[in-house]
């Protein structure tokens, strides 16, 4: 689990609350953090990376996600028919409450565009506000555009596509050398 790690890393002093509440931080900054389809909950989330994030010693983040339709159209060896993130979030229901409206009890993950967009019945408010505060940025795949800078292309259509999409370790390559040194980045 990276957000433990990421908490540990950055936090100045002992971490106050989250995993790892009681350790003595790192107090390292981390210049640049993106996060492809993330499984974590958006409440580990904002005990983990948000106040790394907020303060600035996380100074770049992303998430890389797939549009909610995309999500929902993908599948998992096709025998859950929605995405892997889709069934991970589902399976942390309880089966006592499922029915009748299953999307009302699932598990909110970062990686989902649904809890993530301002737009949605089921966003975080506390995740919305770090992504208008432009401190947290959502890349919504798939996006290829020349319109659309570099940093936030992605091509990928599926769950598993994030890692082998050309357009997103390119993206992901922009990010990490930050503005001003990406020339020549997979040209």
């Not at 974590?40 to 890389?64: D, K, N």
């Not at 091509?155 to 922009?174: C, I, N």
């Amino acid at each position: 689990m990276l957000g433990p790690f990421a908490q540990l890393l950055t936090t100045k002093g002992r971490v106050p609350s989250g995993p790892m509440a009681g350790q003595q931080g790192f107090g390292r900054p981390v210049t640049s953090c993106t996060l492809w389809a993330p499984a974590i909950t958006t409440e580990l989330f904002l005990e983990t990376y948000a106040p790394a994030i907020q303060e600035g010693s996380i100074e770049r983040a992303a998430v890389f996600a797939l549009h909610d339709a995309v999500e929902q159209d993908d599948h998992c060896a096709n025998i859950y028919h929605k995405s892997l993130l889709y069934l991970v979030s589902n399976a942390f229901e309880d089966p006592a409450v499922r029915q009748p409206f299953p999307d009302d009890r699932a598990t909110p993950l970062l990686g989902m565009a649904k809890f993530a967009l301002a737009s949605s019945k089921f966003a975080d408010l506390d995740v919305v506000k770090l992504i208008r505060s432009k401190r947290l940025e959502l890349v919504l795949a798939p996006n290829i555009d020349v319109r659309i800078p570099a940093t936030e292309q992605s091509a990928s259509r599926h769950h598993g596509d994030f890692d082998d999409d050309e357009q997103t370790v390119k993206a992901t390559l922009l990010r990490i050398l930050g503005p001003g040194k990406q020339t020549k980045v997979l040209a």
